[in-house]
């Protein structure tokens, strides 16, 4: 009998021990998926031997930064601390794909603006339970967009490239305020680039930064690029969102096409892949691709859309490294 007790209790040892594990186990993912992995950047260096590329540009080095979302998350200390960052890696140019506000409504009802209404309605248990740590906090009151865009201007306009920082919109920007945006991006002395051509001259040789506005908001003007751009010199092309890669490439005019948009995700499952992927962000989800001629390079980017979580797809800043051969 006393055998069978003592069993008994070792059982039952052994069932709380396993109970407490789990639980600590569930919230130490949590708070890892919610803490730690947004906040733990990755710094990518690309090396990009671009044959056309004029010896004037070789060895300059462009950091990309994409989708800040700036939210209750993204705050100005998080912001100033990605600025700081950047400016450590001394870029020649710094480029900015888009997504500078958040909105808060879904993909598929990003067009029409509908608002989404179920969302802290339905919230899960487990939601509920993590909101009551502090960990959770639901972005769909209310914003200040005349607070962000003070935000961006004060954090942007401390970027010290050597030569220029650009930047396109995405869809955040156009579901938000876009003015707001321009206006936060011009008082930053950052050039937006709305379908439009910079060239960089350097002993009359050219890079050329190309910027095609948002294609989710159907902004883009691919034709029109084409007419703007120069005959001579490596072209650049900046566009939010990089399954547009399967259009631009068709034209053989671009060496390089750098975008956002996708996250990578945000959450990649191993062995699964990306559960969620945005409109647009669904063939060249993170990384590097090449594109028929083209080089596609697609930044999972440094803020994040709802919900404000990451797993196996830290956040990012990349380092690109021309070279003439």
Not at 108 to 128: A, E, G, M, Q, W
């Amino acid at each position: 009998m006393r055998y069978f007790i003592k069993m008994i209790c070792n059982l039952l040892r052994f069932i709380s021990l396993s109970i407490t594990l789990a639980i600590f186990s569930i919230l130490a993912f949590f708070i890892y998926i919610y803490q730690i992995e947004p906040q733990w950047i990755e710094f990518k260096n690309i090396e990009l031997n671009l044959p056309n590329l004029s010896q004037e540009f070789d060895g300059w080095k462009i950091v990309q930064v994409s989708d800040i979302h700036l939210s209750q998350w993204m705050t100005k200390k998080r912001l100033e601390n990605i600025v700081n960052l950047i400016n450590k890696q001394t870029p020649d140019i710094v480029v900015l794909t888009g997504d500078f506000f958040s909105h808060n409504r879904t993909y598929s009802h990003r067009i029409d603006r509908t608002p989404i209404s179920y969302i802290n309605k339905n919230l899960s248990f487990v939601k509920r339970i993590i909101r009551k740590t502090g960990l959770y906090k639901s972005d769909f009151e209310e914003r200040s967009l005349k607070k962000d865009k003070q935000t961006l201007t004060k954090t942007l306009s401390q970027l010290k490239p050597r030569y220029q920082s650009f930047s396109v919109l995405g869809n955040h920007d156009y579901g938000t305020d876009v003015n707001l945006v321009e206006q936060g991006l011009k008082d930053a002395n950052i050039i937006n680039l709305k379908n439009d051509v910079y060239t960089i001259k350097q002993n009359n040789e050219n890079l050329n930064i190309v910027g095609i506005d948002d294609v989710m908001f159907r902004k883009d003007n691919l034709n029109l690029i084409l007419e703007k751009l120069p005959k001579t010199g490596v072209n650049i092309l900046l566009v939010h969102e990089p399954d547009f890669a399967t259009k631009s490439a068709d034209t053989d005019r671009f060496e390089v096409q750098l975008s956002g948009h996708s996250h990578g995700g945000q959450v990649s499952i191993p062995f699964l892949g990306t559960p969620f992927l945005p409109p647009y962000g669904e063939i060249y989800v993170d990384g590097l691709y090449k594109v028929k001629n083209m080089i596609q390079y697609t930044n999972r980017g440094v803020g994040m859309a709802y919900p404000y979580i990451r797993f196996n797809c830290r956040p990012e800043i990349t380092i690109f490294t021309l070279h003439h051969n």
